[in-house]
């Protein structure tokens, strides 16, 4: 039974050295780009709502997207650019939306962000498309294969993958999380993809590292069950070894089991 849902949810307390991730990954990030400058694309009028596109050599082999996570209230895509050397190396072209951050964006409003932001890549770049992303990431990109997605290109979504993903968002309305994503019963439900229907022909992989907080480990093994009995072709991975914060960084690596499972 879960006393404290606040340490359930909790990532950096229980991740030694967690202080270290935030700076290795922004000096990653910005690295990256300097050796693969992006196009950057807007979608929107708020300053967030655009997207890092970065085109391989030749013609690319499809359109995979990577979309952050931080609770909905945390990071920009800056601080990911590193996670597209996978799929980039791998020929396809790689996009990294932002989005405009809780309390002054609802979960909903970041849902039809998203979707905003893969449509407007996908008509940039042709073939299909992969999905990932990473903690509230995963739900996001779990979101856009739902039966009721935003999203106009659901249709060209081959494969996605979500990455320690927070599937149902019920929980969260005992942490203290909730105070900026102001989530209401009715809210938590119409944005849980665990509570919604798959698209037909929809394939996932839940993936998450074994040394995660308990409630990843179920998050991620929750969606895959239930959309597996709702007819969808879904997986489950657990990580040896891995915790919150260096579970994605196999993204960066396009000989990794990660990038291989996401683009096969």
């Known amino acids: 039974m879960i006393t404290d849902w606040d340490d359930a949810y909790a990532n950096g307390i229980h991740i030694p050295d967690a202080e270290r991730f935030a700076p290795e990954w922004a000096a990653q990030a910005a690295a990256f780009r300097n050796a693969h400058p992006p196009n950057v694309l807007a979608y929107g009028d708020d300053p967030r709502m655009a997207l890092d596109l970065f085109l391989p050599a030749g013609t690319p082999r499809g359109l995979a ?7 909905w209230q945390a990071f920009d895509r800056d601080s990911w650019s590193h996670l597209a050397g996978g799929a980039l190396e791998q020929g396809f072209a790689v996009a990294l939306p932002g989005y405009v951050l ?12 998203i979707a905003a932001a893969i449509d407007l890549a996908a008509a940039k770049v042709g073939g299909p498309i992969y999905l990932s992303g990473h903690s509230a990431g995963g739900h996001l ?5 739902c039966e009721n997605t935003p999203m106009n290109a659901a ?15 019920r929980p969260l309305l005992k942490t203290g ?14 944005e849980s993809p665990a509570l919604l229907m798959p698209r037909k022909a929809a394939r996932l992989t839940c993936w998450v590292g074994a040394a995660e907080r308990p409630e990843f480990i179920r998050q991620s093994a ?3 069950n239930i959309w597996h009995g709702l007819g969808a072709d879904t997986a489950s991975i657990v990580a040896p070894d891995q915790h919150h914060f260096n579970v994605i960084a196999p993204l960066a690596d396009a000989k990794s089991d990660m990038v291989r499972t996401w683009l096969a």
């Open 65 to 71: 997207v990577f979309v952050h996570g931080g609770y």
């Open 102 to 113: 809780a309390p002054q964006a609802r979960i909903a409003e970041i849902t039809l962000q």
């Open 141 to 145: 990109v779990s979101r856009m294969i």
């Open 155 to 169: 249709a060209r979504v081959r494969h996605v993958l979500s990455i320690s993903g927070v599937h149902d968002l």
């Open 177 to 190: 999380l909730n105070d900026n994503l102001k989530l209401d019963f009715t809210a938590a439900c119409a």
């Open 222 to 224: 929750l969606l895959a």
